[in-house]
């Protein structure tokens, strides 16, 4: 038989940051010592105390369907949170909770788009950020930024890349890749450009919120009433709380796109696991200060790789000011030719280090970034020391 699956499928691309992390383990299963710096992921375990929630949620039978846009407690805990950490107000119907934050992006992908609506991305963008959006048949319209201005898009040119087709902006922040951060008055001035613009919506997403190392604070685009109707606030529990594969995300939204991703996924998931929520009650009740422990180690290793990568040549990074990032821009090697490798691009040079320097990093490619590298620093301080010393070897 032929092949028979979807033009749909067909062109989507896999996960750059998924294919990476397979491509590392083969690599070991194949006796290799690869230290992966690709994966988005913290190496803490998740805290105890929500740990704790989850074990009680089973011994209390928490076990039926749960309510398709979340349990009750959990909307509520989430209104409280946005309350407390973003001074946004939302009311229960205007909040859905999700398998995770990317669900809840897919979500309102699907709940807003149509055939050939375009989308605007600042690059760097989120790895999924692009094809979340064709799945949705929209078209991604690409604005690249500059390591000069911090990876951010300026006013200027978020009104050269609006036509008529336009439908909406979708940034994070802290972003992912980049680290960088939109301050409330950055964010004031894209929301100016926008007034002229009243039928374009904003996905905000802000998982990294407690994840800043106190450069910039922490902005919603919802917070300026002007924007609020607008909005779709995204944001999860995988990173700041170290629960990834607990799989919860969410949203606050106009109501009635929070009806539609209610709707959408109805049909789709129903509501997402029952002991990953009333864990998740507990994270979003209890202080964000209870996971700072997490945020001042990132700190820490985040002042070690920088100093550690700006001793080789050729790495040019910026200073992330949020996330567990560094995007060092690389075009310095393309060109060259390295233990009888010939690097075109970032994608080349990835691979070398992979193969060269039993290092995993990700293309900057796949952030909508040719002169990039994305690498974590979500790892032990022996594996960033040990990680750097290789791929300096490997580079002289
Ligand atoms: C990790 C990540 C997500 C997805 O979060 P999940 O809750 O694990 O689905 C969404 N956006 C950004 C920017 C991320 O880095």
Known sequence: MSNQLSDRINSLTPSATLEMAAKARELRAAGKDII??????????????????????????????????????????????????????YEAPQIVVSTGAKQSL???????????DEVILPCPY?????????????????VPT?????FKMTPEQLEAAITPKTKMLWYSSPCNPSGSIYS????RALADVLQKYPDIVVVSDEIYEHINYG?????????????????????GVAKAFAMTGWRIGYIGAPAYIARACNKLQGQVTSGANCIAQRAVITALEESPERIKYMVDEFKERRKLILGLLNEIDGFKCNEPEGAFYVYPDVTAYFGKTLNGVKINNASDFAMYLLEHANVATVT?????????????????????????????????
Not at 126 to 142: N, R, T
Not at 215 to 235: K, P
Not at 364 to 380: H, K, L, M, T, V
Request: glycine fraction near 6%; charged fraction near 25%.
């Open 215 to 235: 450069v910039t604070e922490h902005a919603s685009m919802a917070e300026f009433a002007d924007m609020y109707d607008r909005t779709v606030t995204v944001n």
């Open 106 to 116: 897919y979500n309102v992908a699907q709940s807003v788009l149509n055939k050939g």
């Open 364 to 396: 900057g490619d796949a952030f909508g970034n040719g002169n990039c590298i994305r690498i974590s620093y979500a790892a032990s301080v022996k594996e960033i020391e040990e990680a750097v010393k290789r791929i300096k070897a490997s580079l002289s």
């Open 184 to 187: 409330k008055k950055e964010l």
């Open 36 to 89: 992966g710096l690709s994966l988005g992921e913290p190496d803490f375990n998740t805290p105890d105390y929500i740990k704790e929630a989850a074990i009680r949620a089973i011994n209390e039978d928490y076990n039926s369907y749960t309510p398709v846009d979340g349990y009750v407690e959990l909307k509520n805990a989430i209104i409280t949170k946005f309350k407390r950490d973003n001074g946004l107000t």
């Open 146 to 150: 500059s390591l000069e201005n911090d």
């Open 126 to 142: 989120w790895v999924s950020y692009a094809d979340i959006v064709k799945l949705a048949d929209g078209v991604p319209v690409e």
